[in-house]
């Protein structure tokens, strides 16, 4: 069977500047809310990941013409989609393929699409979605592999949701802005990609206010115009390699980032001990020989994030004392555990909590990933402990990742892939390979 893995060595302390590729999470809302415009759409800063070429896939199925440029702009014409119905097997690929429901719905009236999949660490419902559209004026259909969602008509509606979400938040937002009438999204989720998808619209025409807040409203529109906008940068990539700083005692600085988003996150790591500075567009952390242990619990944004957890938890097994993470956003996200333990680490998991006993040291051992968070938790641990760390489930860090190794290498990680036929034990080292 081919296959790729990461391999990561034993790092000194790590220095320079990596420059933060384009949110995933935000791109994979704005490239369905194009199907929105009516003439053509730009969209900068999209990272060719493993999402990405499916929602690619998605596109050449419907008719929406979407093209990368020799500039990496993606070129969106969405004037040729001529069907709503998403190959349930495309759309059970990634999570976020339901936003192509609010994006679609208003135009043609009815959308088939199969159930939302991606990383599977928790159970992730769609029953806020199913709420919010079915308030708008939509009927649902439930079959095995995928459903059905249909409205003659989307009409504004008052909408508080039960539980926030970002998820449903934007897809509601989708589905309300060429709704008729005036809608209201309460206890709405307030993330930075909310925020993100919410500006694109406007932009485009729409009249959405209030994002960022936990009320948004929108007033229907007829019509939304093509432009061209800048995806934000992401967030959780550039949080992960602050703390890369943390557990190598570095300096690391991420640039080409907005400082707002990560308030939580530099909060904890200055409580834990690292010396933080910002910019207008960059942060800098540093490392420090004497670093505390920490209680850190998730929560929605502006809260520390759920995505954060992982790669926190690595620096904690580093930091001697007893540390605690619980995070009630996915109480079960902590597949990336056992991985740990097994390269020496002693975490155990109580009901929704991480106990960690920090300063033991690890060592290098094969691991797998089972999502994107859990595979840089696994590499930012692997450069603290003693020999070579071998890394399968590549595939999800691709999830999140256009570059993983290059990002690693600016600066300074010893982090390469291999790929190879490993039923056989032989790999081929790629371009990265810095032995």
């Known amino acids: 069977m081919n296959a790729k893995t990461i391999h990561v060595a034993t790092s000194g302390p790590l220095n320079g500047t990596v420059t933060i590729p384009g949110s995933k999470n935000s791109s994979l809302a704005l490239l369905a809310a194009t199907c929105l415009a009516d003439s053509q759409v730009v969209l900068e800063g999209v990272p060719d990941i493993y999402d990405f070429r499916i929602i690619t896939q998605i596109g ?26 998403i190959d349930p097997g495309l759309s059970s690929a990634y999570r976020a393929s339901y936003y192509f429901i609010g994006a679609l719905l208003a135009g ?33 259909t439930f079959y095995t592999d995928h459903y059905v969602v249909s409205a003659k008509q989307l009409t504004g509606a008052d909408i ?15 589905a309300a802005v060429k709704a008729r009438g005036r809608t209201y999204l309460r206890n709405a989720a307030r993330d930075p990609e909310v925020v993100d998808t919410a500006n694109l619209l406007n932009q485009m025409g729409a009249k959405v206010y209030g994002a960022g807040t936990e009320t948004i409203r929108i007033e229907g529109v007829p019509y939304l115009s093509g432009v061209r906008y800048q995806v934000i940068p ?23 980032v907005i400082p707002e988003h990560l308030e939580a996150c530099i909060a904890k790591l200055k409580e834990i001990g690292l010396q933080i500075e910002c910019g207008e567009q960059s942060i800098t952390a540093y490392g420090a020989s004497r670093l505390k242990p920490s209680r850190v619990s998730t929560d929605m944004y502006p809260g520390f994030a759920t995505d954060l957890q992982q790669p926190l938890t690595a620096l904690l097994t580093q930091i001697p004392g007893k540390s605690i993470v619980t995070d009630r956003v996915y109480p079960k996200r902590y597949n990336h555990v056992l991985q740990l333990n097994r390269m020496g680490a002693d975490i155990e998991i109580r009901k929704d909590s991480a106990l960690i006993r920090g300063g033991r040291p690890l060592r290098g051992a094969q691991v797998h990933a089972t999502d994107v968070r859990a595979g840089t938790c696994l590499i930012l641990a692997g450069l603290a402990a003693e020999g070579e760390t071998v890394i399968s489930g590549v595939e999800h860090i691709e999830r999140g990742y256009e570059d ?17 036929d490993m039923g056989q034990g032989q790999f081929a080292e790629d371009q990265y390979n810095v032995r």
């Open 404 to 420: 993983a190794i290059g990002l690693f290498r600016a600066i300074g990680a010893p982090v390469w892939m291999r790929s190879g």
């Open 234 to 256: 992401d967030r959780l990539i550039a949080g992960a390699f602050l703390m890369s700083a943390g557990i190598t005692g570095g300096t690391v600085t991420v640039a080409d």
């Open 160 to 174: 508080y949701f039960d539980t926030i979400t970002s998820g449903g938040t934007i897809n509601a937002m989708l």
């Open 108 to 140: 043609f009236g009815k959308v088939t699409i199969g159930f939302p999949g991606g990383d599977d660490f928790s159970s992730r419902p769609i029953d806020q979605h199913v709420k919010a559209l079915r308030a708008l004026g939509a009927e649902f």
């Open 60 to 85: 050449k199925d419907i008719g929406l013409h979407m093209e990368r440029d020799s500039s990496g702009d993606i070129l969106i014409d969405p004037r040729y989609i001529y069907n709503s119905v």
